[in-house]
């Protein structure tokens, strides 16, 4: 079966920093690229990141740039979102995306069930 | 960055009716790059349309995409009890890839 899980979630203050980490499973990992999308409380969904196969290219929403980091390893089939000085707007469910195919230009076929943030004093 | 605006808001309907639901883009978007995703509450999106027109793998065929440029549309024919969601529209076309604000479809 085809699974995407996500985990690293929970409560940070603001400026603090949590990874995030999407276990893939039930199909070849280092073939696809990959993204993150959120969903804040009650809202759209929002694009956040994505990684080519390779991992040496990567692309990011402009309220993410210089503070999210997307990286992947394909040993271990594994995705991550390294967030550092997170804002109380950074609150929102991070759901980890496959892509159709390689390139970020891409629909996203299958999802995660997301893994909450909540930005918070 | 490239606004989809979704309408309606709102769309109720009993079952075995139509449902028409539109996404407007703010600037022209390759049609290969148009996509619809539908959400049940508490559950990941499920894509439903790529390019515009393609139905995903196992997406049965009462729901059909069509439309290019600015203007797109979701169609679901013979809606039944399950099809109760939000359904959001997404252009992957120019980066930042962004999504439209959802049409909830509320089954009578």
């Known amino acids: 079966e085809v699974q995407l899980l996500e985990s690293g979630g929970g409560l940070v203050q603001p400026g603090g920093s949590l990874r995030l980490s999407c276990a893939a499973s039930g199909f070849t990992f280092s073939s696809f690229g990959m993204s993150w999308v959120r969903q804040a409380p009650g809202k759209g969904l929002e694009w956040v990141s994505s990684i080519i196969p390779v991992g040496d290219s990567a692309y990011y929403a402009d309220s993410v740039k210089g503070r999210f980091t997307i990286s992947r390893d394909n040993s271990k089939n594994t995705l991550f979102l390294q967030m550092n000085t997170l804002r109380a707007e950074d609150t929102a469910v991070y759901h980890c995306a496959k892509g159709v195919g390689v390139s970020p230009r891409n629909a996203l076929d299958i999802w995660g069930q997301g893994t909450m943030v909540t930005v918070s004093s | ?108």
């Open chain 2, 1 to 108: 960055e490239i606004v989809l605006m979704q309408s309606p808001g709102t769309l109720s309907l009993s079952p075995g009716e139509g449902a028409t639901l539109s996404c407007r883009a703010s600037q022209s978007v390759s049609s290969s790059y148009l996509a619809w995703y539908q959400q049940k509450p508490g559950q990941a999106p499920r894509l439903l349309i790529y390019g515009a027109s393609s139905r995903a793998t196992g997406i049965p065929d009462r729901f059909s995409g069509s439309g290019s440029g600015t203007d797109f549309t979701l169609t679901i024919s013979r809606l039944e009890p399950e099809d109760s969601a939000v359904y959001h529209c997404q252009q992957y076309d120019i980066s930042p890839w962004t999504f439209g604000q959802g049409t909830k479809v509320e089954i009578k």
